[in-house]
């Protein structure tokens, strides 16, 4: 668990434990419900306060996909794959790195990054469904 420059609070590492212990992206639903379990005061008002301290603080980074809640992770410059189940709307890790695609853009573009996501049904989803 890492904080950068800003003070280190009690509902600060609520919130940092709740998304490391998760080992996924999540919402800031899903923190507020994980923190409360470490810091039984914590309200959401304070979750949003503080993730916003922490993104622009540079520990927690945004991820934000088309029809999909934002969800916050720990910053991790290695370069990884989401997946997102298509029942529970849940978001994962891939902890492999992705592999580098060669693309040549048009002319005038440049890429400044590139993400991969995958979408299928996650384990327990699929546990659910054949069960």
């Known amino acids: ?14 919130i940092l434990a709740a998304i490391e212990e998760a080992g996924r992206p999540l919402t800031v639903e899903e923190i507020h419900a994980l923190g409360r379990e470490k810091s039984p ?9 503080q993730i916003r301290e922490l993104v622009s603080d540079g520990t927690l980074v945004s991820l934000d996909y088309p029809g999909q809640s934002t969800r ?14 298509s029942r529970c709307r849940k978001m994962y890790d891939f902890e492999k790195e992705a592999p580098d695609v060669p693309y040549t853009p ?6 400044e990054g590139e993400e991969i996501i995958f979408y299928g049904t996650c384990p327990d989803c699929a546990e659910k469904a054949s069960g």
């Open 72 to 85: 916050y992770e720990q910053v991790d410059w290695r370069h990884h794959p989401h997946f997102i189940c």
């Open 106 to 111: 048009p002319p005038g573009f440049t890429i």
């Open 1 to 14: 668990m890492q904080l950068g420059m800003i003070r280190k609070t009690k509902q600060r590492v609520a």
């Open 41 to 49: 005061r914590l309200g959401l008002r304070t979750v949003y306060r």
